[in-house]
Nanobody, 120 residues
């Protein structure tokens, strides 16, 4: 199957930056959409950003201008550069990918999440 492993979370002061990575491995034929979602305590999981295999990008309004999503297709890895972080960005960040494991089979896969805490 497919595994997604996030890294790069941690504690950062307001105004700081972090870069999250999501490495996909396993039986991958192609990765269609890669994205980042987050879930803050007591809130529902929400989309942060996503990027298609063709390079189309969507951002949540709350992160536009501060976060940048990218991917390295050769490495099956996605990235989320987060700048100007504020306490409202504190959440567990999850990597998501819609992966084709054959030309006939595709599915949604999730990482286990990485905690981002923005606090002074």
């Amino acid at each position: 199957q497919v595994q997604l492993v996030e890294s790069g979370g941690g504690l950062v002061q307001p105004g700081g930056s972090l870069r999250l990575s999501c490495a996909a491995s396993g039986s991958i034929f192609s990765i269609n959409t890669m994205g980042w979602y987050r879930q803050a305590p007591g809130k529902e999981r929400e989309l942060v950003a996503r990027i298609t295999s063709g390079g189309s990008i969507d951002y949540a309004d709350s992160v536009k201008g501060r976060f940048t999503i990218s991917r390295d297709n050769a490495k099956n890895t996605g990235y989320l550069q987060m700048n100007s972080l504020n306490p409202g960005d504190t959440a567990v960040y999850y990597c998501h990918a819609y992966v084709s494991i054959t030309i006939f089979q595709s599915g949604d896969y999730w990482g286990k999440g990485t905690l981002v805490t923005v606090s002074s």
